[in-house]
Each structure stands twice: as C-alpha cells, then as structure tokens.
C-alpha cells in the first residue's frame, strides 16, 4: 500500500489524505440471479483495487491508473456526463468518474479528488475489477467528503455509475461483495432488498480449497449480450405477471415455463429460477456443514449456464469437464461468462493434481495456458493507509 501512497506523491507532488482498497469477488452460486432480485452466495477475493485519494474543493477529478498506459486524466466535474468521449464506456477512467457523478447527481457536494489506482485483480477474468474500482472510490470519497455512506449505499453508488454512467447494465451482486463481503465468508445476499448474511466458508479447516481458473478469454459485459439476457428475463417476468422472475419458485417453474410462447425467454425463465433454487440448496448444505456435498450443485448450475443462458464457451466447458474428471468434487463458471473464469471445489490434497490436468487439457486442445489460484475468502472494502 505504501507503493501505492509513494507513487501518489510522484504524480501529485503531495501525500494523500488516505489510501483505500476493495477486493475483487468470486461468486460460488447464483448467476444472473441478481438483476431478477434473486439471491447469490460470493466471497471477495484476496486481489484488490488500491486507491490513494486527496481531496480537492475546486470543481477538478484528476485521475491515474498505474495498470493503463497513459498519463492523468483532467475532468471537470461539475461537466461529467454519462456518454462523454473522455469517460466513454470500455475507457478505465469511466469507472471512478462515473462514482464521482452518481454522488453528485445523489445530492452529495463532491467538489473534486486526486486518485490514483492500482489493482490487482485480474481484468476481464469475471472476477469484477470494475466494481472494485467503482467500490474503492465511492469508500475513499465517502469518508474524505464525510458521507457516512453504508456498505450498501457503497454498493448502489457503484452500480449505479455502472448501469447509468458507463453503460453496463449489472445488477448488484458485484458492488455488494466488493463493499460488504467478510474475511473467511461468503455473502449470502438478497438482491431485493440487499439483506445479506455472513456465511462461514473456511474451506481450508475441512481440508477444501476453492481454485479459481482464469482461462484468460476476456470478456467485455458493454457488447450487447449481456443486456439481450437481462431483457429477455425481464420479458419473461413481465408474461408471468411478477415483478422479477425471483418471484417464481422452483415447485411452479413448470407450469411457469408452459406459459411461455417464446422459447429464449423460457430457457433464460429455466436457468434463474433454478439458480435460485440451487443458492438455498448450497446454504442448507453449508449450514449444515457439508460443504463437499456442494460440488454436484456447482456442476448443475454451470450445465444451465451453458445450455440455458447460453453464456459459457469452449474454456471454460474444457475447466469446468477437465477439472471433475480429474477429482473435483464440483466447477463451474463464475461471472458473466463468454469467457473469464471457472471456480473448482476441490480436496486440498488434489488441488495440484487438478491444477496440471487443467494445464494439459488446455495445451492438448490449443488454448492459451490458464491461470490457476486459490481463492481466499477475504476482507470487503476497507481503508489501508
């Protein structure tokens, strides 16, 4: 963090006021659940973005990235607006911008910072360096212009310059993990009304490890596909009559289903509503203490990503496959798909072994190698320095 602080002064000729961080997440179960206020089960990663930030009271945003090429980027802030070319979608800078404006257009006097970033998480893994972005600037913000802002109030500021200012139409999960989330748990969330539970997840007490495998396909969430799924769930409630499709319980799915006319909307109707399901089925289980029992709900919901949602791709077919076949107990992909990444439940006494069967399967089939790290359930948001 010192770096991070060190590197501030080079830029700006002065200390920070302070030096923040928000860690990345990894969800364990429940995908696309979130914008159907339904319910998903994440845990923030050990890889953060770091944020040292000064306070400014002259209308001036100056922002740098030490992961972009590039030098600092000068807005005004009193003329940021969502569509601006400077803070265009697919830009890093349109991030913490977009947060700055959300806060503003909220009603919060910001008048301005100087921030600079660096992040650890990986870029286009599904892993949610946007929203740890996003979550690092609304916290160092929050506390250095008095807010008091919530982790949940953290979270819907990130959001919203996501879905508003960037153009992204997430739901929440990916802020609330990264604001919210608790060092050896994972967040049992309510997308809903943002109620949330800490579960405990100490997978290394029982012998598990948790893998996450980038298969380094990036993904870009702004490219349309995404949002036609959104739209088409939001269709599918809309002809069943509910508010969100969380309002459909999994005993009534298939008189639900044989409502449907338009079969997209009813394979994306299939997917949701049993995610849901296989949420409360993963909390019993870890409740109960059976976390190994987990593994065959992993590999369901990853067949429903692949053939209801549609959002899968060969890699992580190959991850998810290679890595059971070789004594996982249960993978899946984890994030928005069309590439990124894969989580594995797996004893930690084959975690190595899995780890190079999955090194080799990529090769055999011509893929680019993966990447392949434990993932620690870690510490939401917090200050550093």
């Known amino acids: 963090m010192s770096g991070v602080a060190a590197e501030f002064g080079e830029l700006y000729g002065t200390a920070p006021d302070g030096v923040w961080a928000a860690p990345g997440r990894v969800n ?15 845990s ?21 990235s030490a992961d972009v090429p590039g030098g600092v980027v000068r807005l ?10 400077d803070t265009a979608a697919g830009g890093w800078a349109a991030y913490p911008a977009g947060v700055v404006w959300a806060l503003r257009e909220a009603g919060h006097e910001v008048g301005g910072a100087d921030v600079h970033l660096a992040s650890t998480v990986p870029t286009g893994a599904g892993l949610s360096s946007s929203a740890a972005l996003e979550v690092v600037t609304a ?30 139409p997430c739901g929440i999960m990916d802020q609330m993990a ?46 349309g596909a995404y949002a036609e799924r959104r739209a088409g769930c939001e269709a599918g409630a809309r002809a069943l009559g509910v508010r969100a499709l969380r309002d459909v319980d ?22 949701v509503v049993s995610d849901n399901d296989r949420v ?11 976390p190994r029992a987990v593994g065959p709900l992993l590999v369901e919901g990853h067949a429903s990503l692949r053939d209801d949602l549609r959002v899968s791709c060969p890699e992580l077919d190959l991850a998810v496959e290679t890595a059971v076949a070789a004594g996982a107990l249960g993978a899946r992909m984890t994030g928005g798909g069309f590439g990124g990444s894969a989580v594995v439940l797996v004893e930690d006494g084959l975690a190595e072994d899995v780890a190079d069967a999955l090194g080799k399967a990529f090769r055999d089939a011509g893929f680019g190698a993966p990447g392949v790290f434990g993932a620690v359930p870690s510490a939401g948001a917090r200050r550093v320095g």
């Open 280 to 290: 409360a089925r993963t909390i019993a289980l870890l409740d109960a203490g059976d």
């Open 178 to 223: 990264s604001a919210c989330a608790a060092e050896g748990h994972a967040l049992f969330l309510d997308t809903r009304d943002l109620s949330y539970r800490q579960v405990p997840f100490d997978l290394a007490a029982v012998g598990l490890r948790l893998l996450v495998v980038d298969t380094r396909v990036k993904h870009a969430l702004g490219d």
């Open 28 to 42: 364990l179960i429940g995908e696309y659940t979130d914008f159907n206020e339904g319910f998903v089960l994440p």
């Open 76 to 85: 005004d802030v009193a003329g940021l607006a969502p569509g601006r070319p």
């Open 139 to 168: 916290l160092a913000l929050s506390e250095l212009y008095g807010l008091g802002l919530s982790g949940p109030e953290l979270a819907r500021t990130a959001q919203r310059a996501e879905n508003a200012f960037v153009g992204v």
């Open 44 to 64: 923030a990663l050990p890889h953060t973005a770091v944020a040292a930030v000064s306070r400014r009271d002259d209308g001036v945003l100056r922002l740098h």
């Open 250 to 271: 999994v005993e009534h799915l298939p008189a639900a289903l044989a409502r449907l006319t338009d079969e997209t909307v009813r394979r994306y109707v299939r997917h």
